[in-house]
């Protein structure tokens, strides 16, 4: 396709594989579908190539890339993605060294909040400059922060390296009002069919309400990323009006709001009584699920979003013990949590409990402590995992070099003075670290002065078998997942266009 003198070149977004994942095609990747939609808004031409669920990702990948007449490649990056996407960069420069590589995503800015944070600190060369030296060397340029107007200096003939999204100063930044102009994630780029998910039965997927999490949670990344940090509402119309076109144009009655903490926003109660006008305007019933802030969860919330047709919550206990929730900064204290556990109880609405280990101070009876917990709360569902000490959290952005013991770093909570020591990751290179099958597959890159890490990974295994006994949860490995070969010699360069639906019928 030859393009006009003055017409903008078309850009290909590319969602990575996550391999590491059970099943990868459960959730569409929104992110990257913002920026598809922003572009397209502009009279950009966007290609997406959806890598997700494909086996050989490379080949499907060279396969396009070395036909297309894309003028840049832009790619969304989660830190477990990473090697993946180290991977596809390197396929593109040996096969198409003329077309600019761009890199956005969660990674990009959880590294960069670091790397201000080091400056800021008067750290010379430190973990998150080494961090964010790999990335600017293998990409021309590198977006941090939101990305749907960042995209647009990336492209320029003169961009920066690195273009700062993470900045309210900056311009790039969305507000409240940028955040609902916004056009919605560009869904019809990629197959949706193929991407399998569904609530108390009923077909479903996921939308953001908003943006950011206020709280200081030391494992959760982002804690010093303003994007990731401050709070951005849509209004109860613009939410509404994209659950109402993804029900009328896709057929959906189930959707998952994977907005951090849905009771975050004050406007969180007038969303569950307009969802629920919607159902009665469309004569149909949703079927509902998102997560809560335990501290701030109450009847009224309850009450509204059992009427809505929520039936699952999600909530980030994390812990049971008092000095361990101290050493997280949770806010929410044991009594709180046990409120909310009462609360959604008393109003037929099943409790998802996450819970971590690996913490400050982290001991074989902590961890003891959230198998009681789960058992005497009579939890419907849990999610047990060993944390990671990600670029961009408390636990790695304040550590420091262990003393005695090269490539381990050190984290020291300032009040309790309780450690948590990590193992230097490639993050580049290595995803072993993410989460794992919860049937006996995890590892640990942390340990305490408690517990060493394959006993941490022990006691978790132990949580996970006893409190299902217990509690005759089964283990929940849902739909088997579905893995997709991409098929060589097909035409292109329409396969972005057609593959997934092809891929769609010759899984293994």
């Not at 040996?94 to 959880?110: E, Q």
């Not at 009450?303 to 929730?325: D, K, S």
């Not at 929410?332 to 009462?342: G, H, P, V, W």
């Amino acid at each position: 396709m030859a393009h006009a003198a003055n017409a903008k070149p078309s850009v290909c977004l590319i969602i990575p594989p996550s391999a590491f994942l059970l099943d990868e095609r459960v959730f569409v990747s929104l992110g990257v579908l913002k920026v598809a939609a922003s572009l397209e808004a502009r009279g950009y031409i966007v290609n997406c190539l959806d890598l997700s669920g494909i086996d050989n990702y490379l080949s499907a990948l060279a396969d396009y890339i070395t036909t297309c007449e894309d003028g840049a490649v832009g790619i969304t990056a989660t830190t477990p993605q990473l090697p993946a996407v180290m991977k596809i960069a390197a396929t593109i420069r040996a096969a198409r060294p003329d077309l600019r590589l761009i890199l956005g995503g969660p990674h990009v800015t959880l590294v960069y909040s670091a790397l201000k944070l080091e400056r800021k600190r008067g750290v010379v060369h430190g973990r998150a400059a080494k961090a964010a030296e790999k990335l600017e060397q293998m990409f021309d340029v590198v977006c941090s922060g939101d990305g749907e107007l960042a995209i647009f200096e990336a492209l320029k003939a003169n961009a920066a390296k690195f273009i700062d999204g993470d900045d309210p100063k900056g311009g790039l930044f969305l507000d409240d009002a940028t955040f609902t102009a916004g056009p919605m994630p560009a869904r019809h780029l990629v197959d949706l069919a193929s991407y399998r998910y569904a609530i108390e039965g009923q077909r479903a997927t996921s939308l953001i309400a908003q943006l950011g999490c206020p709280f200081g949670c030391g494992f959760c990344g982002g804690r010093n990323s303003k994007s990731l940090r401050l709070i951005r509402n849509r209004t109860v119309a613009s939410i509404l009006a994209e659950v109402e076109y993804l029900h009328c144009t896709h057929g959906y009655t189930g959707f998952m709001f994977y907005d951090d903490e849905l009771n975050v926003s004050k406007s969180m109660v007038d969303l569950m009584n307009g969802l629920a006008d919607l159902q009665s305007h469309l004569g149909v019933e949703f079927r509902l699920r998102g997560f809560v802030k335990a501290e701030l969860f109450t009847e009224q919330q309850a009450i509204a979003m059992r009427r809505a047709g929520f039936r699952w919550l999600l909530c980030g206990f994390e812990a049971a013990n008092p000095r361990i929730l101290t050493n997280i900064e949770k806010r929410a204290t044991l009594d709180d949590n046990d409120r909310c556990i009462a609360i959604a109880k008393a109003h037929d609405l099943k409790i998802k409990a996450l819970m971590s280990v690996g913490h400050p101070g982290e001991s074989e009876d902590s961890i003891g402590d959230i198998r009681d917990w789960l058992i005497r709360s009579e939890v419907d569902e849990f999610d047990c995992t060993v944390i990671t000490t990600y670029p961009g959290t408390p636990y790695y952005d304040l550590a420091v070099p262990h003393t005695s013991q090269p490539g381990v770093w050190t984290y020291t909570h300032p009040k309790t003075g309780d450690r948590l020591h990590a193992y230097e990751v490639d993050y580049t290179v290595s995803a072993d670290y993410y989460k794992g099958d919860p049937n006996g597959g995890y590892r640990s890159f942390v340990f305490t002065d408690h517990l060493a890490a394959e006993r941490i990974v022990a006691l978790r295994d132990q949580v996970e078998n006893e409190v299902r006994a217990a509690l005759h949860i089964p283990f929940n490995p849902g739909a088997a997942a579905l893995r997709y070969e991409h098929s060589m010699g097909q035409g292109l360069p329409d396969f972005i266009h057609r593959a997934s639906r092809a891929l769609s019928a010759v899984a293994r």
